[in-house]
């Protein structure tokens, strides 16, 4: 059967048949496209969100995670993932020693005397639960227990014992600390004191006093000293007593000893006479043997 020829109609809605495949075919690729731009921004959404939780912790921290204002557990070191909006990280807490200088404005001792003590805590944080959930500053707090701890401390020892026994005050202080941080999480490990200053006046005072007590030592000393010489005196005496060419060779090394001075000219004669009383003693005081005996028949007229 023969097809007669097409008209005008014919080829008008075969036009717009194509159009309409044309059109889906569009309408398709747009509709692929939102669709794969939704999918994108979607992932690119979720991809923040969960990169919003990541948190990087040093080997030294730990922090403390809140879901929906509870505690739920702590967290740390490494990569640590916290769900945002659920979640909430309470406080960052460091594990290394720490470090702390105070000091007492003048306070007074017990003995009434106003010093500045000043001193150096080294503490550490062994529970973060309780750092975090005890109290609101844990570090604060520390400092100010140790002040108030050097405080009460310094008014319950003499201005000689805080110089003396600088030791004994530190343990006992730091003991006095720790006591009070325990319930904390924290663990004082040292204390220690560095310089105690005192009044102007009353360092002038201690001074004279030092150089006072230093001055009797020096004449007991020096006492002892004269004693001591004066016994050594009287025992050469008795030897030189006994022999008298004991008495001329220390006579001789004393006259040695005085010629080793260049600009002194000593003249001996050959023949030493033998000396008479008055000169034996101021010889034998002279060689320092306070004095020795002479027979009576020589060196008298």
């Known amino acids: 059967m023969k097809r007669g020829p097409r008209t005008l109609f014919d080829i008008s809605s075969t036009q717009i048949v194509c159009r309409r495949k044309e059109q889906k075919k569009l309408q398709f690729v747009l509709d692929s496209y939102l669709v794969m731009m939704l999918v994108i921004v979607l992932a690119f959404f979720i991809l923040m969100f969960v990169a919003s939780g990541i948190k990087v912790l040093k080997e030294w921290e730990r922090i403390a995670i809140l879901r929906l204002g509870k505690f739920k557990h702590i967290r740390g070191p490494g990569v640590v993932w916290v769900m945002p909006i659920l979640d909430k990280v309470a406080m960052k807490v460091s594990l290394r020693l720490l470090t702390y200088g105070f000091k ?18 080294y503490f550490r944080v062994i529970d973060v639960e309780k750092a975090i959930l005890s109290v609101e500053r844990y570090a604060v707090a520390v400092e100010l227990g140790a002040q108030t701890s050097l405080r009460e401390t310094t008014g319950k020892v003499t201005l000689d014992e805080l110089l003396s026994e600088r030791d004994k005050i530190a343990e006992h202080l730091q003991e006095l600390i720790d006591e009070k941080t325990e319930h904390w ?22 001074s004279r006093e030092a150089q006072a007590d230093r001055e009797g030592r020096a004449r007991i000393i020096l006492a002892q000293a004269e004693l001591e010489a004066a016994e050594n005196m009287l025992k050469a005496a008795k030897r030189y007593e006994e022999s008298h060419v004991g008495f001329v060779l220390r006579t001789w090394n004393i006259m040695q000893e005085i010629s080793k001075n260049a600009n002194l000219i000593i003249m001996v004669p050959t023949n030493i006479p033998e000396v008479g009383v008055t000169t034996g003693v101021a010889a034998a005081i002279t060689a320092g043997t306070g004095g020795i005996k002479v027979p009576k028949d020589k060196g008298m007229p």
């Open 185 to 206: 999480g924290v663990k004082v490990t040292s204390v220690e004191i560095r310089d105690v200053v005192i009044p102007a006046a009353l360092q002038d005072a201690m």
């Open 104 to 121: 007492t404005e003048r306070s007074l001792t017990r003995d009434n005397v106003p010093v500045v003590v000043d001193a150096v805590m």
